[in-house]
């Protein structure tokens, strides 16, 4: 069984578009996250949820805006995405701080 | 702002070499794990290390983090190819928040057959 899920897998877009990245967990865990992986492999964190209330927003363009419908899903949604927004996304879930991140298999963006 | 510096950050060798990446920083922190990355997929965690000074072995991989709390390092004995993958660390800081973690740039490890 799939622990932490994200659709697409894969997603081509033209720069302007408005574009929604899914992810779904069903390890029960309270906390999501978005990571952001750049061409240079870094992986950097974007938002957390927690219980479906934002914790942490790191310095992300208003275009991104993140949404949590129940604590075992966390979508991103990119409004008039940039060449700069290639990248690859990842979702991540965890039980509490500190513990085990357990993250889906990523999506790569690329916008042209 | 932390400093996390991952080193090297390329690392190419042979099946049945050894090696060691590092993961070193100015600041303490109360834990540290390491994750390894698989190409086209999600990082997996490979062990957290809590204790200055802690050794911990995960069958070929022997972890280490530092007595400050500061740096880890990682060394694997006789490396093979399924061994190869972006490993990551990712320290906690103290007073964590929300489980956030930063992680270094990583080191990727090739190993050829």
């Known amino acids: 069984d799939t622990a932490v899920s994200q659709t697409p897998k894969y997603l081509v877009t033209q720069m302007g578009n408005d574009k929604s990245i899914k992810c779904e967990q069903n390890?029960?865990?309270?906390?999501m996250y978005w990571y952001k992986q750049d061409s240079k492999k870094f992986l950097k964190i974007m938002f957390s949820y927690n219980n479906k209330e934002l914790i942490i927003n790191e310095t992300v363009p208003n275009r991104f805006s993140p949404k949590s419908p129940d604590k075992a899903h966390l979508n991103l949604h990119i409004n008039s995405l940039e060449l700069g927004d290639s990248a690859v996304y990842f979702c991540?879930?965890?039980?509490?701080?500190?513990?085990?991140?357990?993250f889906g298999p990523g999506t790569r963006l690329t916008v042209t | 702002t932390q400093l996390l510096e991952q080193s090297p950050q390329f690392l190419s060798i042979q099946e049945g070499e050894n090696l060691t990446v590092y993961c070193n920083s100015s600041s303490v922190f109360s834990s540290l794990q390491w994750y390894r990355q698989e190409p086209g997929e999600g990082p997996v965690l490979l062990v957290t290390?809590?204790?200055?000074?802690e050794v911990k072995k995960l069958k070929r991989l022997t972890f280490q983090f530092g007595d400050a709390r500061k740096d880890s390092s990682l060394h694997i004995t006789a490396a093979q190819p399924g061994d190869t993958g972006l490993y990551l660390c990712a320290p906690a800081r103290l007073g964590n928040q929300g489980g956030k973690l930063i992680f270094g740039q990583g080191t990727e490890l090739s190993v050829k057959p």
């Open positions: 991540a879930s965890t039980s509490g701080g500190g513990n085990e991140q357990y």
């Open positions: 290390v809590v204790t200055g000074g």
């Open positions: 390890l029960g865990h309270d906390t």
